[in-house]
């Protein structure tokens, strides 16, 4: 156990000094540390190059497509002007000093029904262009707006780790939701514009990049203008949502299965950019060439994050084939801790060691499940060990999450600045959904 808390320890440490210290890329370094990690753990050579296979290609297979189309839109609507003219307006509309307050609700009410990395994909463009409009930094707009979508992710159904620990534990999906509302607007404000304000305020691009979305160097086509630029970022957004419904409350049939069909991530952001080309051609008079160029620009930063998040999955698939989740585990469960406490605890453990929240949730609804059971927990109470065990599994996103990756490139952070920011944030988030689950222990 000694040896495999210290093997996991020592290869997030390496993680870390090869990028922030030797400035190593982070996609090489991920490789590395994935390879020499495998093989510290007594794993057969060959077993570990099939781990970091199965890693890479299990997050790539989605993640590689809604980056892809994600850029290409994004690329679309930032050389039309389509974003700038978005971010002018709510700007004019809710003014400079309020906007993180509108941004969480938009993280809150987006991240209902989206997944965190789809969300991201498709805003990141509108905070970026904010920052740089109102001259502050990147964070000071996109820290609400990730705390509303990963509080979301981490409580709510449709998302697959609270609907997975949902079905470990018996929770009622109404309660979930409740509680679920309860526990996590308190912790997106907290991480939100509560955190941005204290310490991400100050005015100024300050040291932070230019997102590549936001290339001035790239080519631009005559002006889109505020409607047709929100209708192409609403498309995607309200396909989605409608498939989420259907998918929840329509019964089986060809109807239903159209929706689904529309509302997959992939078919709605296809549908975008073919909405957006055409207005392009169309109604701006843009030429083929240029929309061809436009696009292949906006795909180069795409590799990129493809390829770095696809490395961050690698390494944690390898800590999961090792075994190191099970044994951090049971080192958890021999403590005899309460049982909040302990799905806590144990969420968070597994989290920081291999990364992946919903791996985290899983394991430890598995583990807290005959916990639960021991103690005749009711409805209201079960409810609220699964907030715990979300809030577990969403604190100190570092390294060997993707979504860690996704922050930094998306933003144009360095990983220094990411770990100040969008970790914090994540901790933050989980810290207070942790908290709201004990202040309403008493009352359920």
């Known amino acids: 156990m000694v040896m495999t808390l210290t093997i ?12 922030l210290r030797l400035r190593m890329q982070p996609f090489l370094a991920l490789l590395l540390v994935a390879l020499v990690t495998g093989l510290a753990f007594g794993g057969d050579p060959i077993k570990v190059i099939d781990a970091i296979r199965k890693g890479t290609g299990e997050a790539l297979g989605f993640v590689a497509v809604v980056i892809g189309l994600g850029a290409l839109l994004g690329g679309m609507l930032e050389a039309s002007g389509g974003v700038r003219a978005i971010a002018h307006r709510l700007l004019d509309l809710f003014g400079e000093r309020r906007m993180p307050w509108a941004l969480t609700a938009i993280g809150v009410i987006v991240g209902i029904p989206l997944f965190f990395d789809v969300a991201l994909i498709i805003l990141a463009p509108l905070v970026a262009t904010l920052a740089m409009r109102a001259q502050r930094r990147v964070t000071w707009f996109a820290l609400p707006m990730l705390a509303g979508l990963m509080t979301m992710h981490a409580l709510l ?5 609270p609907v997975a620990v949902a079905e470990l534990l018996g929770t009622d999906y109404g309660l979930l939701a409740l509680y679920g509302l309860a526990c996590g607007i308190p912790a997106a404000i907290v991480a939100g514009p509560v955190f941005a304000r204290l310490f991400h305020s100050a005015p100024g691009w300050g040291d932070q990049s230019t997102p590549p979305m936001l290339d001035e160097g790239a080519p631009q ?25 259907a998918n929840q409350g329509m019964a089986a049939g060809p109807l239903r299965s159209a929706i689904l069909f529309l509302g997959h991530p992939f078919t709605a952001l296809v549908i975008a950019c073919l909405g957006t080309i055409a207005w392009l051609r169309i109604r701006a008079g843009t030429s083929f060439d240029t929309l061809s160029s436009i696009m292949t620009r906006s795909l180069e930063p795409a590799g990129v994050m493809v390829l770095i998040i696809g490395a961050g999955a690698a390494y944690k698939e390898v800590l999961i084939e ?9 080192a958890v469960t021999a403590a005899q801790v309460p049982v909040l406490v302990f799905a806590f605890l144990l969420a968070a453990f597994v989290r920081v060691a291999q990364g992946s929240a ?4 899983v394991t430890a609804a598995g583990l807290a499940a005959p916990l ?9 109470r079960i409810a609220l060990v699964t907030v715990a065990i979300a809030g577990g599994a969403s604190v100190a996103s570092h390294v060997n999450d993707t979504g860690f990756w996704l922050v930094k490139q998306y933003l144009g ?21 942790f908290a709201m689950a004990l202040i309403l222990w008493p009352f359920a």
Request: charged share 5%.
């Open 413 to 433: 952070l360095t990983e220094a600045q990411t770990f100040r920011s969008w970790t914090i944030c994540a901790t933050l988030a989980g810290l207070t959904m």
């Open 8 to 19: 996991v320890a020592l290869s997030i440490a390496a993680v870390v000094l090869l990028v």
């Open 322 to 330: 090792s075994g190191a989740g099970e044994q951090v585990t049971a």
């Open 221 to 245: 086509t005559q002006p889109i203008g505020f409607w047709p630029a929100l209708v192409a970022m609403l498309v995607p957004l309200t396909l989605i949502i409608v498939a989420a419904v």
């Open 157 to 161: 159904p449709p998302h697959p780790g």
């Open 358 to 361: 919903t791996v985290a949730m």
């Open 372 to 380: 639960i059971q021991a103690a005749a927990l009711n409805p209201n």
